[in-house]
């Protein structure tokens, strides 16, 4: 009691670890990585995958709404295919020009003195890349990327008869508006956000204590996810709160203005920091 008592004015600290979704969070949507992902998405539907071009919208949403990537959905209804090959043919050709460094973005990431994190569901070429493009590349100790949960030991695919049986299912499942309920839902053999063995993976690969951690990410299913599973959480993107979400930024640059507690504990440091509310949420990314 002593010790709480003599040190009272400087608690322990509330978070250890911020937890960082790429796509989305740490760039605004208005860059239009994430149209041009989706367009690349449909065409190796059609090209690779021989879904017909008048359904691949519908099935995708349909997909991604349930599995979190397109990716994980296709796996479920028994689509088998080499995942470098989805990756090269889905990121390798978006816009990363449109990404511009972001150096207020930096100075604030790396004015924190908290532990960073990147939780992604994209490939580790396609977020290195990224944060190459917004000049964060040395702002995280570490990287969990898509191939971090999905290690694959030289060999993508698989042809086993579970998924071969699926895919005789798909049909039906894909021409469905709504999946009737999410235990009718085949599994995934994929490990990403939004499933909590996921974040269950991701905690134990980074040594994360989720009651000490701030997570952020533009998508609510994750943020529901994380909440569910002791994470704080930020929906970032929007400047409304929704269920799950402890906080909402319309921009990762007001990160400052929402959480100021983040920089109680090293005020001094974070002096340096030149930062208006202006600056905060303008755009680095040319839309
Ligand atoms: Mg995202």
């Known amino acids: 009691m002593e010790y709480e008592n003599q040190y009272q004015h400087v608690p322990a600290a509330k978070y250890e670890w911020l937890l960082f979704d790429v796509d989305d969070t740490l760039y605004p949507l208005s860059s239009g990585l994430s149209k041009a992902c989706t367009n690349n998405i449909e065409e190796f539907m059609i090209q690779k995958l021989g879904i017909e071009g008048n359904k691949v919208s519908e099935i995708n949403r349909v997909l991604y709404k349930n599995y979190g990537t397109s990716m994980a959905g296709l796996r479920a209804v028994g689509y088998n295919f ?65 191939e971090t949960l999905n290690p694959t030991n030289g060999s993508n695919t698989s042809d086993d008869e579970h998924s071969f049986q699926l895919r005789g299912l798909s049909t039906e499942i894909l021409d469905a508006t709504n999946f009737p309920c999410q235990s009718a839902l085949p599994e995934t053999p994929i490990i990403c956000k939004p499933f909590e063995n996921a974040f269950g993976q991701a905690f134990k690969i980074a040594n994360i204590n989720p009651q000490k951690t701030l997570f952020f990410d533009d998508s609510i299913r994750n943020i529901q996810t994380g909440k569910q599973i002791g994470l704080h959480t930020v929906l970032v993107g929007t400047s409304h709160r929704t269920n799950g979400a402890d906080y909402a930024l319309e921009s990762i640059h007001n990160i400052r203005e929402a959480l100021p507690e983040l920089w109680e504990s090293d005020t001094k440091k974070s002096e340096g920091i030149r930062y208006s509310g202006k600056v905060a949420i303008r755009t680095s990314v040319m839309a």
């Open 82 to 146: 080499d995942y470098d090959e989805y990756h090269s043919f889905v990121h390798g050709r978006l816009p990363y020009e449109n990404l511009k460094p972001d150096p207020v973005l930096r100075s604030l990431l790396l004015s924190l003195p908290i532990r960073k994190v990147i939780f992604s569901n994209g490939d580790k070429v396609h977020v290195a890349k990224v944060l190459r493009k917004l000049g964060l590349e040395d702002c995280f100790e570490r990287v969990i990327s898509f």
